[in-house]
């Protein structure tokens, strides 16, 4: 895996190496990444055009995406699953 221009860090590139280790210590989690990069490649695809789908399957598509993205960039960041302490709760 690349995980410099990995689709879950585009957007934090800083966090190449935390993904390379978390995916080196936990198969779990590297088998998510990779179900993820299979959904971004699609979507990707579906907005190239080169894959047609309906718009309501394309906004499904979206969403499955983007609500991975969230779940595994959570467990990245947060991996003993506990929270940052910035709310205070």
């Not at 989690?29 to 990707?44: N, T």
Request: aromatic share 2%.
């Amino acid at each position: 895996m690349t995980t410099a221009i990995h689709p879950l860090i585009k957007d934090a590139p800083e966090l190449a190496q935390d993904l390379q280790d978390l995916c080196d210590d936990d198969p779990k989690f590297a088998a998510q990444v990779d179900e993820f990069s299979q959904l971004a490649a699609r979507l990707a695809a579906v907005k190239a055009g080169s894959e047609t789908l309906s718009a309501e399957d394309q906004v499904l598509l979206e969403q499955q995406c983007d609500a991975q993205q969230a779940i595994l960039l959570r467990k990245l960041t947060h991996p003993a699953g506990g929270c940052c302490g910035g709310c205070g709760g």
